[in-house]
């Protein structure tokens, strides 16, 4: 694990909120010459601290849509099982993210699709794909109180 200055946090920071920043801008920022930003930049994306780069895209102004929490429980957990389902659900471009978990369920997925009707020919899809779905859980989304917004960077400040 690599060890976190002021000025890294700082980095981490201002990157999060404003990913499209340039290098001059950024080093200004965090009141840094450009060479030893860049240098610290580089050494934050080598050490896996920034996965890449990228835009929030609102769904909203894509179109109507629905967000659905699906909470799965497999038919079985052996390694076979979980590497199947794993597998399969990279393969469903509406599945938005999959965290498997710990306890009573299985995956909780975050699935974002035209409609109900769509969501639930998604899950009539993936049951008769046989990958390994015993019962799931639908949770639809009404609002959006806190949008995803990165990782909890204030946490660095209490490492020590």
């Not at 920043?21 to 050494?43: G, V």
């Not at 799965?72 to 590497?83: G, I, M, N, S």
């Not at 015993?134 to 209490?158: C, E, F, N, W």
């Amino acid at each position: 694990m690599i060890r976190l200055d002021d000025r890294d946090i700082a980095i981490l920071r201002v990157l999060s909120a404003e990913g499209r920043i340039t290098k001059a801008d950024l080093a200004r920022r965090i009141n840094l010459s450009a060479t030893p930003c860049w240098e610290r930049l580089k050494k934050l994306e080598s050490a896996g601290l920034i996965e890449g780069y990228g835009a929030r895209i609102s769904t909203k102004a894509l179109g109507p849509h629905v967000t659905v929490f699906v909470a799965v429980e497999l038919e079985d957990h052996t390694a076979a099982r979980f590497q199947t389902f794993e597998r399969a659900v990279q393969d469903y471009p509406e599945i938005a993210a999959c965290w498997a978990l710990g306890g009573g369920f299985d995956y909780l997925m975050q699935v974002i699709a035209r409609d109900i009707d769509a969501y639930q020919r998604l899950i009539d899809g993936m049951l008769e794909a046989r990958i390994g779905m015993a019962r799931y859980y639908t949770y639809i989304v009404t609002k959006a109180v806190k949008p995803h917004s990165g990782p909890p960077l204030h946490l660095l400040d209490q490492m020590d």
